[in-house]
Protein backbone atom coordinates (compact mmCIF):
# COMPACT_ATOMS: atom_id res chain seq x y z
CA UNK A 1 0.00 0.00 0.00
CA UNK A 2 1.40 3.41 -0.49
CA UNK A 3 3.33 4.97 2.40
CA UNK A 4 4.23 8.48 2.71
CA UNK A 5 6.22 9.06 6.15
CA UNK A 6 7.70 12.39 6.87
CA UNK A 7 10.58 13.05 9.17
CA UNK A 8 12.39 15.97 10.60
CA UNK A 9 10.47 17.91 12.70
CA UNK A 10 11.40 18.80 16.54
CA UNK A 11 11.63 21.71 18.07
CA UNK A 12 13.93 25.07 17.36
CA UNK A 13 14.48 28.39 18.38
CA UNK A 14 13.01 31.37 16.50
CA UNK A 15 15.32 32.10 13.50
CA UNK A 16 16.81 28.47 13.17
CA UNK A 17 16.51 25.79 10.66
CA UNK A 18 15.18 22.34 9.64
CA UNK A 19 14.68 20.16 7.24
CA UNK A 20 12.20 17.99 6.87
CA UNK A 21 11.70 14.63 4.17
CA UNK A 22 8.81 12.77 3.15
CA UNK A 23 9.45 8.92 2.22
CA UNK A 24 7.26 7.94 -0.31
CA UNK A 25 6.22 4.20 -0.73
CA UNK A 26 3.72 1.97 -2.99
CA UNK A 27 3.73 4.18 -5.66
CA UNK A 28 5.75 5.44 -8.61
CA UNK A 29 7.22 8.54 -7.02
CA UNK A 30 7.74 10.67 -10.09
CA UNK A 31 4.35 10.04 -11.55
CA UNK A 32 3.12 12.21 -8.75
CA UNK A 33 2.82 15.92 -7.97
CA UNK A 34 3.86 16.51 -4.78
CA UNK A 35 3.24 19.37 -1.76
CA UNK A 36 3.77 20.22 1.76
CA UNK A 37 0.80 21.31 4.30
CA UNK A 38 0.43 22.25 7.60
CA UNK A 39 -1.85 22.63 10.33
CA UNK A 40 -2.12 24.70 13.62
CA UNK A 41 -4.32 23.38 16.47
CA UNK A 42 -7.42 25.35 15.81
CA UNK A 43 -6.44 26.99 12.13
CA UNK A 44 -7.67 25.80 9.05
CA UNK A 45 -5.07 23.03 7.06
CA UNK A 46 -2.86 25.41 4.73
CA UNK A 47 -0.87 24.63 1.50
CA UNK A 48 2.80 26.01 1.85
CA UNK A 49 4.64 24.83 -0.81
CA UNK A 50 3.96 22.35 -4.51
CA UNK A 51 6.47 20.53 -6.68
CA UNK A 52 5.75 19.45 -10.20
CA UNK A 53 6.46 15.24 -10.73
CA UNK A 54 10.04 16.07 -12.09
CA UNK A 55 10.99 18.98 -9.82
CA UNK A 56 11.47 21.60 -12.25
CA UNK A 57 9.04 24.15 -11.05
CA UNK A 58 7.80 25.04 -7.56
CA UNK A 59 5.18 27.24 -5.97
CA UNK A 60 5.05 29.05 -2.46
CA UNK A 61 2.65 30.32 -0.13
CA UNK A 62 3.03 34.00 0.32
CA UNK A 63 3.88 33.84 4.34
CA UNK A 64 7.14 31.31 3.17
CA UNK A 65 7.91 32.23 0.17
CA UNK A 66 12.13 33.15 0.58
CA UNK A 67 12.39 31.00 3.46
CA UNK A 68 11.19 27.59 2.67
CA UNK A 69 12.35 25.15 -0.18
CA UNK A 70 10.78 22.62 -1.63
CA UNK A 71 12.53 19.67 -3.21
CA UNK A 72 12.58 16.20 -4.40
CA UNK A 73 14.72 13.75 -5.15
CA UNK A 74 12.67 10.87 -7.73
CA UNK A 75 15.79 8.24 -7.24
CA UNK A 76 15.33 8.42 -3.44
CA UNK A 77 11.64 8.70 -4.17
CA UNK A 78 12.01 11.43 -1.39
CA UNK A 79 10.16 14.85 -0.74
CA UNK A 80 12.06 17.30 1.48
CA UNK A 81 11.09 21.02 2.87
CA UNK A 82 13.90 22.96 3.66
CA UNK A 83 12.78 26.03 6.41
CA UNK A 84 15.44 28.66 7.17
CA UNK A 85 14.66 32.18 9.39
CA UNK A 86 11.60 29.78 11.47
CA UNK A 87 9.18 32.28 13.13
CA UNK A 88 6.79 30.85 16.06
CA UNK A 89 3.94 31.50 13.78
CA UNK A 90 5.76 28.12 11.87
CA UNK A 91 4.76 26.09 14.50
CA UNK A 92 1.85 23.49 12.85
CA UNK A 93 1.86 19.87 12.11
CA UNK A 94 3.63 19.14 9.02
CA UNK A 95 2.38 16.84 6.38
CA UNK A 96 3.24 15.85 2.51
CA UNK A 97 0.55 15.07 -0.22
CA UNK A 98 0.89 13.35 -3.52
CA UNK A 99 -1.70 13.90 -6.41
CA UNK A 100 -1.28 11.21 -9.51
CA UNK A 101 -2.47 14.18 -11.40
CA UNK A 102 -0.05 17.21 -12.41
CA UNK A 103 -1.26 19.73 -10.18
CA UNK A 104 -0.03 20.41 -6.77
CA UNK A 105 -1.91 23.54 -5.58
CA UNK A 106 -4.09 24.67 -2.84
CA UNK A 107 -7.00 22.60 -3.26
CA UNK A 108 -6.40 19.57 -0.84
CA UNK A 109 -9.02 17.76 -2.21
CA UNK A 110 -6.82 17.54 -5.12
CA UNK A 111 -4.41 14.93 -3.59
CA UNK A 112 -4.64 11.21 -3.21
CA UNK A 113 -2.22 10.36 -0.52
CA UNK A 114 -1.32 11.94 3.21
CA UNK A 115 1.61 11.56 5.38
CA UNK A 116 0.74 11.26 9.25
CA UNK A 117 2.64 14.58 9.65
CA UNK A 118 5.95 15.99 11.65
CA UNK A 119 5.34 18.60 14.23
CA UNK A 120 7.13 21.70 14.16
CA UNK A 121 7.65 24.02 17.10
CA UNK A 122 9.41 27.09 16.96
CA UNK A 123 10.19 28.75 20.47
CA UNK A 124 10.71 32.43 20.55
Known amino acids: QVQLVESGGGLVQAGGSLRLSCAAS????????MAWFRQAPGKEREWIAG????????SYADPVKGRFTISRDNAKNTLYLQMNSLKPDDTAGYYC?????????????????WGQGTQVTVSS
Open 97 to 113: AANRAANYGANYKFYDY
Open 26 to 33: GLTFSTYA
Open 51 to 58: ISRDGSTT
